[in-house]
């Protein structure tokens, strides 16, 4: 009777997983942060719902942040970003702390591994791309040891290709020419390379899903508006409730259908 129970509540928190997740791809970060933490209170260790939480808190702040240049203004003029910071730092926090525990009880542990190091790269994000603080570097450093430990024993873990190609990225395109060989090195179009390759497997819906919206991504810094937009039709068919890929299909001239 117990282990029907057991069974039956592992069921019931995959598919509050997978609502999540389409609530985050669909572009309600808030509903998908809000479901996550429901998701918590059941399961408080599990990973993947911390670092959905952590990417759907990051999304938020991104929206609320917008594009203005003077990036510390636009975080003191923001309402809600206080309470969206708090809540992002103490859950990223929460996460990497469960997952560096596993990872020191067991160095293997390549699903602990990749989640540290994309929870990592979700705080340097946020430090670097949204507030343009030059900081997180130790997080920088665990997120890249972290990846590579994890592709050196599978080369073939989709997500974690996808989070260390936004390491080459970021470091080919954020930092200055006299400092990216002291982070390691970066290489944009390498990166570029492996998202597309990622976004072509055959894999989890879900897992196709994040390399998909991150090869859009990139194709939207390069500038590549007739890939951005063979992508995002893509996305949208799957997504369609994205009002972000409405926006950007219908600035182009391009019906999600």
Known sequence: MIALVY????????????????????????????????????????????????SSLLFQLKAALGDRHDKNAAFESCLPCRGLMAAFLADTTEGQKVARARVAANPDDDRARYFLGKLDLNYIWLQLGELGHKTGWSEYWEARKSLDAVLLRNPNHVRARVARAWIDYIVDTKMPRGTRWVLGGGNRKRALAVVREAAAENTDFFVRAEATFALWDLQMRERNVAGAVLTARSLARDFPDNRELAAFLQRHGSPQS
Not at 9 to 25: E, G, I, P, T
Request: some cysteine; aromatic content about 6%; proline content about 2%.
């Open 7 to 54: 069974v039956a509540l592992m069921a019931l928190d995959c598919r509050a997983l997978s609502d999540a997740q389409r609530l985050f791809y669909n572009g309600r970060y808030e509903a998908a942060a809000a479901v996550t933490l429901e998701l918590r209170a059941r399961q408080p260790l599990d990973l993947a719902a911390l670092e959905l939480r952590s």
